[in-house]
């Protein structure tokens, strides 16, 4: 017997468009159907032991992703964050208030656009060509929710056998690059970052990275009291789905 209960729901557009996964993938078409949050979802937001380990925010997407047959864990960090975004809008509403430098500001978070993508360099799916500073040429892609996963579990290794270990930087360049002059050997791409990357090159990397990435606007214009104005970064902080909570 079908419930007489319906929970409303919402579409939410991908940053990507879609267009970096493969053709036979659910996210190909560029969209997710998303519910709105529930009681059910406040659970998830309050359980501790998914706080701890850091699983709280991945547990809740989930949760409200509707669309059968997705696979979460293949979802780009950037279209990641436009469902965040949704299903805060969805949970609390659109005002979302922060602190930045002691003033208190409010948002609306319904403004927030992805950002703009040229489809025409997405034509290899996700892999994309660049030549560093150096001469070397690289493949590089864009990281998903499994190699977010993958990294915080190397950095967390890495931490054990050294606490004072700083490896943020290599650590993501090493999962980001996918071939180094022709070559795909993992081996020889762990080498380069590790020895012979160097330091022109990996900025260089991270503003191509930074720029051609399908992700949402996270910044915008602040007036400040005397007149001026400054870009900041909306902070996605432990108040963003505790809005009763202090940043």
Do not use: C
Not at 203 to 219: F, G, I
């Amino acid at each position: 017997m079908e419930s007489k209960f319906k929970i409303p729901t919402e579409t939410v557009d991908l940053p990507s468009k879609g267009l970096l996964y493969p053709k036979d993938s659910l996210l190909a078409k560029g969209v997710l159907e998303m519910k709105y949050m529930t009681a059910k979802e406040e659970d998830i937001l309050t359980n501790q032991n998914y706080i701890r380990n850091g699983t709280v925010i991945d547990k809740l997407l989930k949760s409200l992703i509707v669309t059968e047959g997705v696979n979460y864990s293949d979802i780009l960090v950037g279209d990641k964050n436009a469902i965040m975004i949704a299903a805060r809008i969805l949970a609390y509403g659109p005002e979302y208030e922060f602190v930045w430098s002691g003033d208190n500001i409010k948002v609306d978070l319904s403004e927030i656009d992805n950002k703009e993508i040229d489809g025409s360099l997405f034509k290899n799916g996700n892999k994309f060509d660049f030549k560093l500073p150096s001469g070397n040429e690289i493949t590089y892609k864009f990281l998903t929710h499994t190699d977010e996963i993958a990294i915080d579990r190397e950095l967390t290794g890495l931490k054990k056998i050294n606490k004072h270990d700083s490896s943020q930087v290599t650590t993501r360049l090493k999962r980001i690059i996918t071939s180094i002059n022709g070559s795909s050997e993992i081996k020889e791409i762990r080498e380069f970052v590790d020895k012979y990357m160097l330091a022109t090159d990996a900025r260089a990397l991270r503003k191509e990275y930074a720029k051609q990435q399908p992700d949402v606007n996270l910044s915008f214009v602040h007036v400040t009291d005397d007149g001026g104005e400054e870009v900041i970064d909306i902070p996605i902080g432990i108040s963003f789905f505790w809005p009763d909570e202090k940043a």
